[in-house]
């Protein structure tokens, strides 16, 4: 065998390894280019903290007003982030490629049965690009029933909100301002978050 037929059948070989691994390789996620926050290590909040599995609540200081932002509700019909003007709001950003969004999906869930009220309420928005067909059959797999569903299948909300990763939360005030977000899964149905909530949130009786 010369050279040259040896260098050809080494690039025959090439792409064959190459076909082989697109065809059994896993399909990537169609969502938005996020990566999910899986956490480097144990967290310990502070007193007066609270945090997920990688850190605290991280506060504005000072507030700022929450960003002009329009995505669909279950009906499909627009809805603006003004609209909860008067209530605070805990705006929650996933999708369902997301593992530690989907970990946290059913304290969330608990969280809106318990606080969820006039005076508040979570905004689980999903970024999936496939909206209603790929949503609604998955929360309903998870037996989500206290969360309102949302969708942002234009990923507007990851870019208008500058998130880095998923989950992101964001602490919203009655007022319309980001009193703080939280990037990472957190246990959002315990005590400890939902005296968190109350306190800088100023919620009063919901529930």
């Not at 279950?74 to 809805?79: C, E, F, H, T, V």
């Amino acid at each position: 065998m010369n050279y040259r037929t040896f260098a050809l059948a080494g690039v025959a070989l090439i792409g064959a390894a190459a076909a082989a691994f697109l065809a059994f390789a896993p399909p990537q996620p169609r969502g938005p280019r996020l990566i999910p926050v899986e956490p480097p290590a144990a967290y310990a909040p502070a007193p007066g903290e609270f945090g997920g599995r990688i850190g605290p609540v991280k506060l504005a200081e000072p507030p700022e007003a929450a960003p002009d932002l329009k995505f669909a509700d279950a009906s499909g019909r627009d809805i603006a982030l003004a609209a909860f003007r008067g209530r605070a709001i805990v705006v929650n950003l996933w999708a369902t490629w997301c593992v530690p969004c989907v970990e946290e999906l059913p304290a969330l869930d608990r969280l809106q049965a318990k606080l969820g009220g006039p005076g508040f309420e979570v905004v689980a928005l999903a970024v999936d690009r496939e909206g209603h067909a790929l949503v609604d059959p998955f929360l309903d797999k998870l037996a989500i029933k206290s969360l309102a569903r949302y969708f942002d299948t234009g990923n507007l909300a990851t870019r208008t909100f500058k998130a880095r990763g998923l989950p992101t939360t964001m602490l919203i005030d009655a007022e319309g301002r980001e009193i703080g977000r939280l990037v990472g899964a957190a246990a959002w149905d315990s005590p400890e978050a939902e005296a968190y909530l109350r306190r800088v949130l100023k919620i009063g009786g919901a529930g």
